[in-house]
Antibody
Framework: QVQLQESGPGLVKPSETLSLTCTVS?????????WGWIRQPPGKGLQWLGI???????SYNPSLQSRVSMSIDSSKNQFSLKLTSVTAADTAIYYC?????????????WGQGTLVTVAS | QSALTQPPSVSGSPGQSVTISCTGT?????????VSWYQQPPGTAPKLLIF???NRPSGVSDRFSASKSGNTASLTISGLQAEDEADYYC??????????FGGGTRLTVL
């Protein structure tokens, strides 16, 4: 079964860049599906950050457009998230996910999530 | 983009049915059939219950059903069980080429 695993620093200083990687197993990243990032501040709701396709084409949350970027590494079956100029408001559990069907935007496969805390 | 509107909480007794609403706009729910619903017990990743308005992924109980009318989507859970107690989220694709989630609904099984 498809598995996703987030990895990266659990603590990032304010104004620095948050970088996370999602490693995919039991599914090639070179598929028509898109790969997404979603976050959840502690005790709050879900926020979609954006998606990336195997072609490298990406689409981002308009509210984060200026700070977010995503990339894909087919050779490692991984995709990554970068969020610049972080503040305490970016403290959240970050999930990577894959949709159930092509461009359905229904995410059936999720990583376990990784908590990233922004603090000095 | 504004979050979709869900009631903060709903409750029901075992065996009953409950419905959770999700209200959007003409730019999201009303425009696209890309509405999904998720279940999230505490401390776990969300689980996809419904995609593309009414479709259940393999393995999801048929006690979960959903529909859409205009700019409002609804999730119905029938035959309520204690294990259904969780947070529920809706989401919809938007005309801004992005995805928006609802604020979440806490379901309490009495």
């Amino acid at each position: 079964q498809v598995q996703l695993q987030e990895s990266g620093p659990g603590l990032v200083k304010p104004s620095e860049t948050l970088s996370l990687t999602c490693t995919v197993s039991a599914s090639s990243i070179n598929t028509p599906y898109h790969w997404g990032w979603i976050r959840q501040p502690p005790g709050k709701g879900l926020q979609w950050l954006g998606i990336i396709y195997h072609s490298g084409s990406a689409s981002y949350n308009p509210s984060l457009q200026s700070r977010v970027s995503m990339s894909i590494d087919s050779s490692k079956n991984q995709f990554s998230l970068k969020l610049t100029s972080v503040t305490a408001a970016d403290t959240a559990i970050y999930y990577c996910a894959r949709e159930n069907d092509y461009d359905s935007f229904g995410y059936v496969h999720w990583g376990q999530g990784t908590l990233v805390t922004v603090a000095s | 983009q504004s979050a979709l509107t869900q009631p903060p909480s709903v409750s029901g007794s075992p065996g009953q049915s409950v419905t959770i609403s999700c209200t959007g706009t003409s730019s999201d729910i009303a425009f696209y059939n890309r509405v999904s619903w998720y279940q999230q017990p505490p401390g776990t990743a969300p689980k996809l219950l419904i995609f593309e308005v009414t479709n259940r992924p393999s393995g999801v109980s048929d006690r979960f059903s959903a529909s859409k009318s205009g700019n409002t989507a609804s999730l119905t859970i029938s035959g309520l069980q204690a294990e259904d107690e969780a947070d529920y989220y809706c989401s919809s694709y938007t005309t801004s080429s992005s995805l928006v989630f609802g604020g979440g609904t806490r379901l309490t099984v009495l």
